[in-house]
């Protein structure tokens, strides 16, 4: 169990949580995979993350429990998880479960047996919780109808946004006959399943795109997560820059830019909650997104004509546009109007405003806050030349919990 969850408290996405030594059964674990993971509103959930087994036989060049990887292998059963992962719960040290596995020989048995975990859990144990299950390369189509009974949400992992790049990452992988569809699948087997009574709540679809190692551009990755999200068929997607693992085929590839990873994630939220469009999105010559100023302020220097924006009478959806301001604080500047007089930029600090970032771009009574952009910031290193291109070692997945 510690070998299968180890790579739980190294992930970007999470907060590792500190316990003592968690007794299961007859021996103490140090950490059975404890993390906290941030929740909608700023607040923060503790979920047992685990792999089922890390036995696989897909070739992902990126992984280091590819088929050909020299690590050591584990497999725990359904009932070792589900009484494991109850045992943990009940002692309040996790209040959640994100489980994942391998791919050994057929997906479909292997996902068969998360299943069996999620069965017993919700049959058995009664457990009502928060389950995020990520599906398998292979896995059938009855399987994604029964894992959308069972869990709270379900990642279906794309990796890169088309079939040319997934092959250059794993050979056995199909974008488009497989990981996709299967994707949109989950979706709609969750909001059907939202709309029966007395149904247990469901929090939608995820994936994951592995960025940088296939030669793909951000402007390819975005279309895709753009489309899904304009049908509802994603509620959001994860972004893992690349980074080279000792032993895997890929190790001699150059590790992606963070800044990268940083870019996707502030261009997906513009699409999923500032109301931008796809092609209103700021692409640089090569499709790829500026890595030395965020995509908000990308759009906003690529339109002069709009600003400034007079804060007293500006609506939320323009508010929303100026670098700086948040959705929280722009509806709470149009809420405010009625009750509260702005005098200056020390009461548009206390409404939330960056005014150093948004200072060109806002009025205040007719009168512009800055009349030049904020300074730029000095860096020693071009974005991601400060990283070492040796590769790093893990017995595990680098972004396998997203």
Request: charged share 25%; proline share 8%; glycine share 8%.
């Amino acid at each position: 169990m510690e070998l299968l969850a180890e790579s739980a408290v190294a992930d970007r996405d999470a907060v590792p949580r500190p316990h003592r030594p968690v007794p299961v059964g007859l021996r103490p674990l140090a950490s059975v995979g404890i993390a906290a993971v941030r929740v909608p509103g700023g607040a923060t959930t503790n979920l047992m993350r685990v792999m089922q087994t890390n036995a696989c036989s897909l070739s992902c060049g990126y992984c280091p429990t590819f088929c050909g990887g020299k690590v050591e292998r584990a497999t725990i059963s359904p009932e070792e998880t589900a009484r494991t992962f109850m045992d943990v719960h009940r002692q309040g040290v996790a209040q959640g479960l994100f489980l994942t596995s391998g791919v050994p020989g057929r997906a479909h048995r292997a996902t068969d047996r998360m299943l069996a975990t999620l069965d017993l859990l919700r049959r058995r144990e009664g457990f009502t919780g928060y389950v995020h299950i990520k599906l398998l390369p292979g896995a059938e189509p009855a399987q994604v109808d029964e894992a959308a009974r069972l869990a709270t949400r379900i990642s279906v992992n794309l990796e890169a946004p088309a079939d040319t790049y997934v092959r250059r990452l794993a050979r056995e992988k199909d974008f488009g006959g497989d990981l996709l569809p299967k994707l949109e699948r989950a979706a709609r087997q969750l909001a059907l399943r939202r709309r029966e009574p007395g149904a247990l709540p469901t929090a939608g679809t995820t994936t994951q795109f592995v960025v940088g190692a296939a030669g793909e551009r951000d402007r390819e990755i975005l279309d895709v997560v753009a489309r899904l999200e304009r049908q509802r068929l994603l509620h959001h997607a994860h972004f893992s820059a690349f980074q080279p693992v000792a032993g895997t085929p890929l190790e001699n590839l150059p590790a992606t830019p963070a800044a990268r990873e940083l870019r996707l994630y502030q261009a997906e939220r513009l699409l999923r909650q500032y109301g931008f469009a796809f092609d209103e999105l700021a692409f640089e010559a090569d499709g790829n997104l500026a890595l030395e100023v965020d995509p908000k302020t990308a759009w906003a220097r690529a339109h002069p004509e709009r600003f400034p924006l007079e804060v007293t009478r500006a609506p939320y959806e323009a508010l929303v546009r100026v670098p700086g301001v948040g959705p929280t604080t722009a509806r709470r500047l149009v809420d405010g109007r009625a009750r509260t007089v702005l005098r200056g930029p020390d009461d548009l600090r206390r409404a939330g405003v960056d005014t150093v970032r948004a200072g060109l771009y806002l009025a205040l009574h007719g009168r512009r806050l800055a009349i030049t952009p904020p300074p730029e910031q000095l860096r020693l290193f071009a974005s991601g030349a400060h990283l070492t291109q040796a590769p790093y070692r893990t017995p595990v997945p680098p972004c396998a919990y997203r």
